[in-house]
């Protein structure tokens, strides 16, 4: 799967769901919970799956997540129990960048 900027994207193991802000061609593939994401329209609940106690360190609503390289970020409209991963590799919390002075 191959999410395009504004694709909304749900955990099939918990409540999460993303907003896809910026993506990369070639990313790999997001998971939440040890779980793939699916596009919101995609999602059915009779097909939930098990959460990946290692993978639970949960997300936060309204904070965007990204990787290292910085080549994806997604933004956080539901929170849940899954952690967020791209490749294997946990996604972080952005920090924002600090206003300059208005001296």
């Known amino acids: 799967m191959e999410p395009k ?4 994207l749900r955990s099939t193991v918990d409540e999460t769901t993303v907003v ?38 949960g997300t936060k609503l309204g904070k965007r997540y990204t990787d290292p390289e910085g080549s994806v970020e997604l933004l956080c409209t539901k929170q849940g129990q899954g952690s967020l991963a791209l490749g294997g590799v946990p996604l972080e919390i952005k920090t924002a960048k600090p206003l300059p002075a208005s001296d």
């Open 20 to 57: 896809v802000v910026r993506w990369s061609a070639g990313a790999a593939p997001v998971t939440c919970g040890g779980a793939p994401m699916v596009e919101k329209a995609f999602y059915d609940s009779a097909s939930r799956g098990a959460l990946d106690p290692a993978q639970a360190a």
């Open 5 to 8: 900027t504004g694709t909304t």
